[in-house]
């Protein structure tokens, strides 16, 4: 059986890569100004992004959880980071404020769902409304939060280039790096694969499976917060409201559709940057069609509803699972 599992899962991802190979020809061929360098430029950035942003939710959904505050971790932490800049604070403390405001979602989240017990679906949902409501009411004020002159030391972050290549895709790949090292040689990384395997064995073997909890959703908050300011820094600026778009749809794409099994325990960082590949290329081309956002809605929960069939048949969930309902 595991052996068929792990042949399904490698055969999805090559399946993904070459789909994103032949979108990529055909978008060249057919698309005028895909392969400009205005356009590939604004694809690396925006794969980068979404990327980044897989990495964080696969820690998550590798060790059977799921983070929904993702995006308004995000959004709301780096739109706080610009603010305090243009409110006069040095740019370093504001950076390190940032990533504070993240770890502190990111910890709220682990402590409600490893002492609390309540499942991760419900929690980081909650926490995803509580973050960009608070963050709007007592910090942030504002819809568009602009970076003001004295943050312009750190736009190489994402409008940069080190030999040529662009530094959203440097450190993406280096966020992917740490992710995998993480995963694979950390002996935290192994019992979160433990953990998401058989969360039931994982705790009675002795695994500190409530501190792994906390560690996953904190790691995935401050993944985030990078993501956040390569954005900031590639574009100028933060709109809050990409928390209520559907940016949150595209990141549990990339991870189900990349080969990480909803169900826990299976996939890795390769999966993710598989799915990310696919995404951004699809997306862009359908922005380039200029097809209407609702049908790129449609179109993109159709293809997120197909992953999670595949998942569900290649990565069946078992009954402790749907006992908690934690996806």
Known sequence: MFGRIKSALVSQERIVLVTAVILFCVFSLFLKGFLSAANLLTLVRSVSVLGVLGVAMAIVVIGRGVDLAIVATYAMSAAWTLRLATQGVAIGPALLLGLALAVAVGLINGLLIAFAEIPALFATLG????????????LVPLVVVYMPANAASISWIGGGFV???PTPILLFALVAFLGHAFLAFTKAGRFIYAMGDNF??????????????????????????????????????VNTNVVNSSLIYDVILVVVLGGIGLSGGRGGIRNVLVGTLLIGILLNGMTIMNIQYTLQNVIRSLILLSAIVLDSLVNPRDEQTEQQGDI
């Open 127 to 138: 926490m995803a409304a509580f973050v960009y409501g608070f963050v709007r009411f007592a």
């Open 163 to 165: 030999a040529g290549v």
């Open 200 to 237: 039931a064995a994982a705790r009675n073997s002795g695994a500190p499976v409530r501190g792994l909890i906390v560690l996953q959703y904190a790691l995935s908050a401050a993944i985030a917060y990078v993501a956040g300011i390569i954005t900031a820094t590639a574009v100028s600026s």
